[in-house]
């Protein structure tokens, strides 16, 4: 099943937690137990946040216990541990159905929380959004950055198919010197923009040392898709210079019986469409700047690990 989001694991948490209202819980011990009434898979449990910083059911099951250690439902009596306080206990006399942010308001600690560092009525609008969701505020972060980056690959995209066929072919290989290959610019690529060049457009070195090469075909096209008989063309040029690798890029897309055709012959070719491209450009930082750069920093344990 679906991993439940935070608020969900809230009460579940705390009727733990107060089972054991003389001792404190680690919070890791919390995920055998979460996963179990969950029904959570293997599978699940690997599910990584798209920074691949960590779990998602384990960011999830912490920032459950953190809201409500900010409502003062839970303490911390040592690093990673929790443990229920007599709000706490209160709390689960009343028998709640659930436990969410919702509930978590009527606590001035919590609602103080909520609202530190945030200037305006906007902000806390939308934090309280966030909190509706179900999104941690990690998951918040990254669900934003998706969601600009999405915009931002599409803005590039538009912008590199206004640009001319001849910049097109320059841009790819600036882009293959930046994932590694050719070693540098002054001698990466070669035949580019030549005409009658037989349906190749560029050659890169694979290596710094030139131990082989690779073949390229830039097509910047606004809409039509690549078919087979443009790859087809490309797989006759690679094999007229018995060559074994080529890369076709594209600004649009390739057909399905495209895609086939390069999974059934002998040359090893790859296919880079229009959003796969974008998508390189910015991981690679072709055509595109820094507009900000935010740091999200956690306790260095190391730090306060005391030698006994």
Same mark, same amino acid.
């Given at each position: 099943?679906?991993?439940?989001?935070?608020?969900?694991?809230?009460?579940?948490?705390?009727?733990?937690?107060?089972?054991?209202?003389?001792?404190?819980?680690?919070?890791?011990?919390?995920?055998?137990?979460?996963?179990?009434?969950?029904?959570?898979?293997?599978?699940?449990?690997?599910?990584?946040?798209?920074?691949?910083?960590?779990?998602?059911?384990?960011?999830?099951?912490?920032?459950?216990?953190?809201?409500?250690?900010? @409502?003062?439902?839970?303490? @911390?009596?040592?690093?990673?541990?929790?443990?229920?306080?007599?709000?706490?206990?209160?709390?689960?006399?009343?028998?709640?159905?659930?436990?969410?942010?919702?509930?978590?308001?009527?606590?001035?600690?919590?609602?103080?929380?909520?609202?530190?560092?945030?200037?305006?009525?906007?902000?806390?609008?939308?934090?309280?959004?966030?909190?509706?969701?179900?999104?941690?505020?990690?998951?918040?972060?990254?669900?934003?950055?998706?969601?600009?980056?999405?915009?931002?690959?599409?803005?590039?995209?538009?912008?590199?198919?206004?640009?001319?066929?001849?910049?097109?072919?320059?841009?790819?290989?600036?882009?293959?010197?930046?994932?590694?290959?050719?070693?540098?610019?002054?001698?990466?690529?070669?035949?580019?923009?030549?005409?009658?060049?037989?349906?190749?457009?560029?050659?890169?070195?694979?290596?710094?040392?030139?131990?082989?090469?690779?073949?390229?075909?830039?097509?910047?096209?606004?809409?039509?898709?690549?078919?087979?008989?443009?790859?087809?063309?490309?797989?006759?040029?690679?094999?007229?210079?018995?060559?074994?690798?080529?890369?076709?890029?594209?600004?649009?897309?390739?057909?399905?019986?495209?895609?086939?055709?390069?999974?059934?012959?002998?040359?090893?070719?790859?296919?880079?469409?229009?959003?796969?491209?974008?998508?390189?450009?910015?991981?690679?930082?072709?055509?595109? @700047?820094?507009?900000?750069?935010?740091?999200?920093?956690?306790?260095?344990?190391?730090?306060?690990?005391?030698?006994?």
């Amino acid at each position: 099943m679906a991993i439940p989001d935070y608020q969900t694991f809230m009460l579940p948490v705390l009727r733990y937690v107060g089972g054991q209202p003389n001792e404190s819980v680690v919070i890791r011990d919390l995920f055998g137990v979460l996963a179990k009434e969950f029904s959570l898979s293997e599978d699940d449990l690997r599910e990584m946040l798209p920074s691949g910083a960590s779990t998602t059911f384990g960011n999830r099951v912490s920032w459950a216990c953190t809201y409500m250690k900010k @409502a003062g439902l839970l303490s @911390a009596p040592k690093r990673g541990c929790v443990s229920i306080t007599p709000r706490g206990l209160e709390a689960l006399a009343k028998k709640p159905v659930s436990i969410n942010a919702a509930f978590l308001k009527q606590y001035p600690e919590f609602r103080a929380f909520q609202t530190k560092g945030k200037n305006t009525e906007q902000e806390n609008d939308m934090g309280s959004q966030e909190l509706s969701l179900g999104k941690t505020p990690h998951e918040a972060i990254e669900s934003g950055y998706q969601k600009l980056r999405a915009q931002l690959a599409d803005d590039l995209l538009e912008t590199v198919k206004s640009c001319s066929p001849a910049f097109f072919e320059r841009l790819v290989v600036d882009l293959l010197v930046k994932m590694g290959y050719g070693g540098s610019l002054a001698d990466a690529g070669r035949a580019v923009g030549k005409s009658g060049d037989g349906g190749i457009d560029g050659i890169i070195k694979e290596d710094k040392l030139g131990l082989d090469v690779i073949y390229i075909q830039a097509k910047r096209w606004d809409t039509n898709s690549i078919g087979r008989p443009q790859v087809q063309q490309f797989a006759g040029a690679l094999q007229g210079q018995r060559a074994g690798k080529g890369i076709f890029m594209t600004t649009s897309s390739f057909t399905d019986d495209a895609r086939e055709f390069v999974q059934g012959i002998g040359s090893k070719i790859v296919l880079v469409d229009g959003d796969e491209l974008a998508k390189l450009m910015i991981d690679h930082g072709i055509g595109v @700047a820094t507009s900000a750069t935010y740091e999200v920093k956690r306790i260095d344990s190391d730090y306060f690990a005391e030698s006994e």
